[in-house]
């Protein structure tokens, strides 16, 4: 039988005899609810995986040793040292995975082998040994005085109130400017306490068009409003096709050019005139393609509506 269960969210793990049947025990938690269904795996080389940490089964020392796990498909790949951001997401991205080298490795030896796989990690991103380094230092003498040293100071709440500040990123001036900021609040407002988050400026190629622009009536797969002139009825519609050859269908205005494109390109109906009307194309399908949210209006020409 079940000796002992842990649940975590929807992952669970559990404790069995020797003699108990893995299968049957599957097979009598899938019969609770027919939109549950349990899944298993069984340890393997006295080891299992459970979320982001790999148990280990030790023999010698008759316990359980813990250490990171990472998917196979796991790429290596932090915030490049060379990218430009603020200096903080890069060292954030390292104190993240030594921290939880820290709280999930059991022994210094797993945690050894972790710090090592950190180095290669940050070798890889081009990230200088000696900052990862650093940020180990600090983290492990953190973390070893938090073992050893009794907080015995009560938890005093703050009185000031928070503000979030947004800066655009642009090196040793954000730098200087939050510096200047921050002073001058010390000095004018100190019940107030100022948090600064920066933002990475936009990329080049948001100031660079990469593709030749669309005119509004020629773009395809959109939905359509048109209202009427002569009353206050409305239809609103969706199509694949060029916007212009709907609405040219709904008895839209033509130029001379236009009616040239229209010459060359039939309805779907060439037995009908162009009036406002729904065409058959659209009824009962659905779009293909993800629709795109746009709305065209047409106000300009007359026209019954449709159902009147």
Not at 8 to 28: C, G, K, P, R
Not at 183 to 200: G, V
């Amino acid at each position: 039988g079940v000796c002992e269960w842990y649940r975590y969210v929807d992952a669970t793990f559990v404790f069995i005899n020797n003699d108990a049947n893995v299968d049957n025990l599957l097979s009598i938690l899938n019969e609770f609810h027919p939109s549950i269904k349990f899944t298993r795996k069984i340890e393997d080389n006295d080891k299992l995986e459970f979320l982001n940490v790999q148990v280990i089964r030790s023999p010698e020392q008759q316990c359980f040793e813990t250490k990171i796990y990472r998917k196979p498909t796991f790429t290596e790949l932090l915030t490049n040292w060379n990218s430009y951001v603020p200096i903080q997401y890069k060292k954030a991205g390292i104190v993240s995975i030594v921290n939880r080298a820290l709280n999930i490795c059991s022994t210094y030896k797993l945690l050894e082998d972790e710090f090592n796989k950190i180095r290669r990690f940050g070798l890889y991103n081009n990230y200088p040994l000696s900052f990862i380094d650093t940020i180990i230092g600090i983290k492990l003498n953190q973390h070893r005085n938090k073992m050893i040293t009794e907080l015995d100071k009560p938890i005093i709440e703050s009185n000031k109130k928070k503000i979030y500040v947004e800066i655009a990123f642009i090196r040793s001036s954000t730098l200087g400017l939050k510096n200047k900021i921050k002073h001058l609040n010390n000095k004018l407002r100190p019940d107030l306490e100022i948090q600064f988050f920066f933002k990475a400026p936009p990329s080049i190629q948001t100031f660079f068009q990469t593709k030749d622009p669309i005119a509004k009536l020629i773009q395809s797969d959109v939905v359509y409003y048109i209202k009427c002139n002569d009353c206050e009825h409305s239809y609103i519609g969706k199509t694949e096709r060029q916007c212009i050859r709907r609405l040219y269908e709904h008895g839209a205005p033509t130029t001379p050019y236009q009616q040239l494109q229209q010459c060359n390109h039939e309805s779907d109906d060439p037995n009908n005139p162009p009036e406002l009307r729904r065409s058959s194309r659209l009824k009962r399908r659905f779009m293909k393609k993800p629709e795109i949210a746009k709305t065209w209006w047409l106000t300009d020409f007359k026209s019954d509506p449709i159902g009147s």
